[in-house]
């Protein structure tokens, strides 16, 4: 026998997509629908309002279809009381807990909504009932006892819409190409960071050595001696090559300022994780006068914090690195929840582990020679995201000469 429910949906739905990908979802999974009432917003800050009727074959179907809708936006015309149940130990789940999309997340408690805290995807929800608060937590912090919430019953997530003023985010239309004019979308990208940090708000980098290995090291140091960059997420690889750069002229064993292969060149990182560890580390390497200048020396001489993640992959590693991959998450969501914009510049698995932490309001910037890797970070659930195809040795330089440009 069919089964059915309505489900509302409410807000920009039209001119944000969401109206849209509901329609193609329901048909996707086997389901249909029926417009029971549309109202349409008559004026550019109007919001528009529907009220469909969802069916399916069985009920199996009708709840997966409902579920998949509500990651879209769409509630329920009744309201419903929250479902929770405790888990039974620390890092196990109960049975059909509710995994949080990175949208403002809302769950109702004795009859009040209550926001979800330090949202992130793919993380639980873990309800606190005597201080009537509700947190965003990771499996790694799930501790026995928790009230964890099951399902989707009293729980409502807001999805991004669309800006209503045109802006850079507006122009590039969260889509990928390697033919839009790069100067044009870096002036604009300026022009926001500009603006952005006028009003006070935070700018996160995450790099990779692609930034040191194109020569993009000096203008990408420059842009954190002017203020703009908050905190620097990398790894052991950017640090390290940015100090070997500045200690022997060297990346990967090659003169970056002549493009010649030195003779015993690749040792030279070696060389300089030694010199940091034998300092004590990148701090007191830079106040002891070992590393003069650099993306480091710069993100210690202006306070800027880092946060560098190892990897399987490190050499050494620097005694900088947190190698332990729980505690370095702990680390970069310290800054991330403080973060409304974040450019991530040629490091595919650092954006993509930093884009999970980081909510869909927060504006974010991919930046990569290869177009895959953008749509990468957008497949992953990082639907925020606009990508710009470039290298970093074209793209850091041009935005360090925009910004200098539009202080004048």
Not at 18 to 26: E, G, L, Q, S, Y
Not at 38 to 51: H, L, M, N, T
Not at 89 to 106: A, C, E, L, Q, R
Request: proline share 4%; charged share 25%; net charge negative.
């Amino acid at each position: 026998m069919e089964s059915s429910r309505e489900i509302e949906l409410e807000g920009h739905i039209i001119d944000s997509g969401v109206m849209t990908r509901v329609f193609d979802k329901v048909l996707d999974m086997g389901g249909n629908f029926e417009v029971m009432n549309f109202e349409i917003g008559k004026k550019k800050q109007d919001v528009s309002y529907a009220r469909l009727l969802i069916s399916a074959p069985d009920q199996i179907q009708l709840d997966e279809i409902l579920s998949a809708l509500h990651r879209l936006g769409a509630k329920m015309p009744e309201v419903e009381s929250l479902v929770c149940e405790p888990a039974e130990g620390d890092k196990i789940v109960p049975k059909g807990f509710y995994s949080t999309t990175n949208h403002p997340t809302f769950v109702n408690y004795n009859g009040k909504w209550i926001e979800v805290e330090n949202i992130e995807m793919d993380c639980l929800i873990v309800l606190d009932k005597d201080s009537r608060r509700a947190f965003c937590t990771p499996l790694s912090n799930l501790k026995k006892g928790d009230y964890v919430v099951i399902g989707e019953k009293g729980v409502r997530i807001v999805p991004p819409e669309r800006p209503r003023k045109v802006n850079i985010f507006e122009f590039m239309q969260n889509t990928v190409s390697s033919e839009r004019p790069s100067e044009t979308i870096i002036s604009k990208i300026a022009a926001q960071m500009i603006e952005m940090k006028e009003k006070g708000s935070k700018i996160g980098l995450v790099g990779g050595p692609a930034i040191i290995h194109t020569r993009a090291a000096p203008a990408l140091a420059e842009i954190i001696r002017e203020g703009y960059i908050d905190v620097l997420f990398a790894g052991n690889a950017l640090a390290t090559h940015d100090i070997e750069y500045n200690l022997f002229g060297t990346s990967l064993g090659m003169e970056l300022d002549s493009g010649k292969l030195t003779t015993g060149g690749h040792k030279n990182h070696i060389y300089a994780i030694s010199e940091v560890i034998r300092a004590g580390s990148i701090k007191q390497a830079v106040d002891k006068g070992i590393i003069k200048k650099g993306i480091m020396y710069e993100c210690i001489k202006n306070n800027v914090p880092f946060v560098l993640a190892g990897s399987i992959r490190d050499d050494g590693p620097l005694p900088d690195v947190i190698t332990d991959v729980i505690e370095a998450q702990e680390e970069m969501r310290k800054y991330i929840r403080n973060l409304d914009m974040v450019l991530m510049i040629g490091t595919l698995l650092h954006s993509v582990a930093v884009g999970n932490c980081l909510p869909s309001y927060v504006k974010t910037i991919c930046v990569d020679i290869n177009p895959a890797s953008v749509t990468k970070l957008n497949d992953r659930g990082s639907s925020q995201a606009i990508g710009v195809v470039s290298d970093a040795g074209t793209f850091l330089p041009l935005l360090a000469e925009k910004l200098r440009e539009l202080k004048k």
